[in-house]
């Protein structure tokens, strides 16, 4: 999908992992929005994890189709990578966490400290790349 | 912070403002697919344009708020760049009318939009908006509603505008193609005989000859 923006220009982005971390501190979310933002991140994550498969199998025409997801994981992973072991397995745990607390509100504290850790690693790493992010050529306005 | 969110506010009210007049140029064929196109990156700067206006009643968080206009604004620029080549002036009626049949015979129901580029590509491009606009804090009544307009996901032809100029070959070829992939696939084209058989008459008074050479599907 073309209108795939890299991570760190998509403002939706952001939007949901901001909105999934109060989801998880337990700031009030209407149930069916809070439903929404869940199931997106976890489509996100699971996005990614197609992502991790596709590096880890070499699969390099399946890449070319999947660019977002492959995105996804380059950026997960180029964050993630010194703060943990194994990205693909922090991915997987996180997106079953969200799954956990989307379907049955509920999540141990391990689980929901792991959540936030990963949650916040990656909206940290939306808006690092957005600041390492060339600026862009100064706009020109013609006045009539 | 008051000077940031003037140019914010001049940066969007200028995109939109461009946007209206992209809204009312002439698209080839009169299809609906650029301006749909056009409508859904207009709700995304009405979006951005409602986040400075959340800062009137939410000062504490002035600085999100700014920031988040202003990407979303940078956000609706470059996707209002995949519409590039799809006005009148780059890909011709001639083009896009016969095209537009072609899907429409195709049976193809999504939001389409045809354009030119200066390459040498043909592509059939996918674009899917909707979790983005699901997404967003406070989507804006017209990003949902032009949302809720478009037949997901929406589909980009492009052709390249250095084969303009063999647009008359490629149709010579097609003809020739169309024979040989009518005796396969015996279409019933019997619906269409009053218009065969005006054509013929067509022709014949044209070459002043005789219908007696007629024939039926």
Known sequence: MISELPPAADLSLQHVIENSLAIIEREPFAEERRRQVLTSLTEILDQASKGSQVVQSNMLAFGAEEQPAF???????????????????LLERAKANLEELRDHHGQSDQERAETLHVLRLLLQAVLTDRCLKPLVSPREYVFS | MSIARNACSFFL?????????????TYPGYHPGPKIWLDVIVGLVETAQGYLQAIETNPADEKKLLLDAEVLGDQAYSLLSLISGADASQIPHQIVDPF????AALKINNTIFFRAEHASNYELATIDCRAMAQNLNSPSAGLLKAIGAANWPMLRVTVPSQAMGMLPHFAVVAHELGHAIQDHITPDLSSFQPQFLDCIKR???????SMDCKKTF
């Open chain 2, 100 to 103: 537009q049949r072609w899907v």
């Open chain 2, 13 to 25: 009210s200028r995109l939109r403002g461009e946007l209206s007049r992209l809204i009312e140029s």
């Open chain 1, 71 to 89: 995105e996804r994981f380059a950026m997960l992973f180029h964050y993630l990578q010194p703060v943990a072991a194994d990205v693909p397995a």
């Open chain 2, 203 to 209: 022709v014949t008074s044209r070459l002043a000859i």
